[in-house]
Structure formats: structure tokens, C-alpha cells
């Protein structure tokens, strides 16, 4: 789910880092990478160079080995979050979620640390997959952009976290919304009411939430539970009145109008 957004944000660490100094960071050397001494202006140089060439994987091992070579060195702290954007921009998410956490580990409040969650949470982002999948990296990317957002509210990284938190959840709906419609066509109609229901509980400010409600309906009527299904289908109709979702739940309930009636009837106190 890579955006042109995103790519100018992360691109934006660039200059942040050519800036930044001091710091220490230690970690194993790069296993692809042999080792030969430089000193470390010549190090942390080709591999901005390779990485200014789009040679993303070599400039991240060479920014790795600027960590593996002058641990103490100033250049460490810059080189291990630029083998992280490194990682992230050739698509090894994974090692560049690790190259970011271990920064933070060791500089939690370094000034750069609201970038050192932004790119984890876009490598969360990136990989989300279809709703047919398993959503548990959906579910990842959320948290972390949620906790991007509490931590640094004021960031550019947040305002474009908080865009993103907003298509991740519309997903996950969606993921509700699949799995209810599943149960719905093999007749499991309390275990769709529950995938339902989630939707309008816990993402009711999706794109979703109009059919999860006339879903909601049908699987009430088919349960037998006419009175919440014309809940259901009030609020359906106080939120997306003009929607065809609407409109499909009242002549659902204007069918079975009799069923209702009845319920009524049964819960009215003797006279």
C-alpha cells in the first residue's frame, strides 16, 4: 500500500539525518558484507552514495557496518536509522522494523524517534494484504500507527498516520464484513450477527457500517428477533436515510411487518 505520500515522508528523513550528530549504537556485523577497515567519513559516504544510486541492499549493509566498525563513532546513531530507511526502501521490512526498533532501544528520546515509528509503522502499512487473508499485520499496522499518534500527536508523521489509521480500519471492516457475509450464506446467522456487529461497534466510522447494519437486520429476522432488526434498520435510516442499504432493510421490515407486530403484541404488559 505504498503511496506517493508515504515515499515523501520517509524521503523527508534525508536531510534530518545528514544534520544530525552524536550518539553510539552497537550490533553483530553484516554477514553479507566482509569486513575491510575504512575510516568512517569514507564509510557512512559510499553508502549514502549507494543509496543515492537506489543500491538500497548494499548501502544498508554499508550503513550497518558503519555501526559494525565505529560503535562509539557519531556517525553510528544517523547510520543505524539510515540502514533502516535503507532496508525499508528495498522492501526487507522486516529488517528495517528490527534496524528501528534497535534504535529506539537505544535513543528513545532522541529527537529523531518519532521517524524511527513512522517507519515502522509504513513497513506494517506496506504489507497489508487482500481482506481474503490473514489480517494480523493489518491489526500490527494499526496498533503502531495508534501508538505513533499518542506518542508524537503534533508530528507530520501523525497527521499522515492518523489518514492512514482510517483506511486500516475501513480494511479490517471489511474483513468483518466478509467473514459475517460467509456465515450469512451458509445459514450461521448468529455467528454473522456477531461479525456484524463488530463493524458497527468497532468501526462505525467505515465505509461498512451502512450494509453491516442492514445486514444486521436480515440476520435478526432470520433469527426469529424482529424488534432488533428494527433497530437496525432505525438507525440505518437516522445515518444513511438516501442509501440503497436502507432502503433494502425497510421493505425487508415492511415484509415481515407482521412479525413485528406480533413481538409487540407479546412484550405489551397484560391490561
Known amino acids: 500500500m505504498r503511496t506517493p505520500t508515504t515515499r515523501a515522508l520517509a524521503l523527508a528523513l534525508l536531510p534530518v539525518l545528514a544534520l544530525s550528530m552524536a550518539g553510539c549504537a552497537k550490533k553483530s556485523g553484516n554477514k553479507d558484507l566482509p569486513y575491510v577497515a575504512r575510516d568512517v567519513g569514507t564509510l557512512y559516504s559510499t553508502a549514502k552514495q ?40 528495498n522492501r526487507d521490512y522486516t529488517e528495517s522494523i528490527s534496524s528501528a526498533q534497535r534504535f529506539l532501544a537505544v535513543h528513545p528520546g532522541n529527537r529523531d524517534a518519532p521517524y524511527a515509528y513512522y517507519l515502522i509503522s509504513l513497513c506494517y502499512y506496506e504489507q497489508i494484504s487482500d481482506v481474503q487473508r490473514d489480517q494480523k499485520i493489518t491489526q500490527q499496522a494499526l496498533d503502531s500507527l495508534g501508538e505513533l499518534t499518542r506518542r508524537y500527536p503534533n508530528t507530520k508523521y501523525a497527521a499522515d498516520a492518523r489518514l492512514k489509521m482510517d483506511l486500516v480500519r475501513d480494511h479490517l471492516a471489511g474483513k468483518e464484513m466478509e467473514i459475517g457475509r460467509f456465515y450469512e450464506t451458509r445459514g450461521q446467522w448468529l455467528s454473522a450477527t456477531l461479525r456484524f456487529r463488530t463493524v458497527v461497534d468497532q468501526y462505525q ?67
Not at 543500491?55 to 553510528?76: G, T
Open 50 to 89: 549507494k543509496l543515492d544510486a537506489h543500491q538500497y541492499k548494499l548501502a544498508a549493509a554499508l550503513f550497518d557496518e558503519v555501526e559494525r566498525q565505529h560503535p562509539y563513532s557519531v556517525w553510528a546513531r544517523r547510520a543505524q536509522l539510515m540502514g533502516a530507511f535503507s532496508y525499508y526502501l
Open 205 to 271: 466510522m467505515t465505509t461498512h457500517t451502512p450494509e453491516a447494519l442492514m445486514r444486521l437486520t436480515e440476520a435478526y429476522l432470520a433469527l426469529g428477533m424482529p424488534e432488533e432488526a428494527q433497530k437496525a434498520t432505525a438507525v440505518l435510516g437516522a445515518n444513511y436515510p438516501g442509501t440503497d442499504w436502507y432502503e433494502h432493510a425497510y421493505k425487508l421490515m415492511q415484509s415481515n411487518q407482521d412479525k413485528v407486530q406480533a413481538a409487540q403484541a407479546a412484550t405489551k404488559p397484560a391490561s
